[in-house]
């Protein structure tokens, strides 16, 4: 996380934009919560009391807080793109002034594949990195901070039931994306190599042919195409067991609340509307959970690119030019 700290000065420039995109996104949350409340009272007062007036007067302003929240989204869509985009061109900027102050021993070391791949692939990671941060890797936790403080408030009794299985999720999510960072670095290192290979070959295709050794370029190729593809396969094998193991937990909270709720509902301590906000707010509490495994993978790849940016950032020029030149 200290890669992306030293690039936050990337996104100074544009601080204005980036905290209207968190306005709007504050606006999307706190807006999202309103709606079981609202469903909760249409439930108690209005259908189980057979009160048409009071369904009405609620599903009124659910319309209205739906438009809002649409129009939210779409605003901070509009901005966290634009400073994602900004902050890639002068990403692009600084990466490549940087090259160009290079020596001729730094360019030996440090292969044209592999500075390509900087100002490119790794560019765009930190790009979709930013656009992620300001537009859903911020308002999943948001959510899931304020659906949890409502689940208390809605039934103290069930949300504490909850807490082991939040727990358990956490702890995986972060086994998961502990994971995530040192598998993309590995990708994007094998994609180094390809890349240095392919540059050799198109700026060396008359010595290749000259010597015949064409047989020998492909096979350097084909090893390191197929070490690329079977780090990327792991990765995406890795991702794709995240999912079904947080749909299990999301389950196991879905009958828990049913079957708990359903008792106390017969009991009369708890309404049927406040089951239904509970399994709504359980929904928003989790939910957010998988997007964020969803998107642990933009940000894996993203803080892996940064560190890679910044080691070359961070590299000294073997010959400097003099202060006057």
């Known amino acids: ?49 057979n009160d ?15 438009i809002l929240s649409m129009t939210a989204a779409v605003l901070n869509s509009n901005t966290s793109i634009l400073v994602g985009e900004n902050v890639a061109r002068d990403l692009r900027e600084a990466v490549f002034m940087k090259i160009q102050s290079f020596s001729c021993g730094n360019l030996d070391r440090l292969s044209t594949g592999r500075l390509m791949v900087r100002l490119t692939s790794d560019t765009a990671a930190v790009q979709r990195l930013t656009q992620v941060t300001l537009r859903i890797g911020t308002r999943a936790p948001l959510s899931m901070v304020g659906s949890i403080v409502l689940m208390f408030v809605t039934s103290p009794t069930l949300a504490a039931t909850m807490v082991p299985i939040l727990l358990v999720t956490a702890m995986t999510i972060y086994f998961f994306s502990g994971r995530m960072e040192p598998l993309f670095l590995a990708v994007q290192q094998r994609l180094d190599r390809l890349n240095t290979i392919l540059q050799e070959n198109i700026a060396g295709a008359l010595l290749v042919k000259a010597f015949v050794r064409d047989k020998h370029e492909e096979e350097r190729f084909e090893e390191a195409n197929e070490a690329l593809t079977g780090r990327t396969v792991r990765v995406m094998q890795f991702m794709s067991s995240m999912t079904p193991v947080l749909t299990i937990f999301i389950n196991i909270g ?22 239904v906000a509970f399994t709504n707010y359980l929904l928003a509490t989790m939910n957010p959970l998988i997007m964020m495994t969803q998107l642990s993978n933009t940000w894996a790849n993203g803080i892996a690119s940064a560190k890679r940016i910044n080691e070359l950032l961070e590299t000294a020029p073997d010959v400097e030019d003099a202060p006057d030149a």
């Open 1 to 49: 996380m200290n890669d992306i700290g030293k690039m936050i000065h990337l996104v100074k420039p544009y601080r204005r934009l980036a905290a209207a995109a968190m306005v709007m996104l504050l606006a999307m949350v706190f807006l999202d919560l309103t709606i079981p409340r609202l469903i909760q009272r249409i439930i108690d007062q209005g259908i189980h009391r």
């Open 52 to 66: 048409m007036a009071v369904v009405l007067r609620t599903s009124a302003p659910m319309i209205g807080i739906s």
């Open 254 to 275: 879905m009958v828990l609340v049913i079957w708990l709720g359903g008792v106390q509902a017969i009991a009369g301590k708890v309404s049927l509307g406040q089951i």
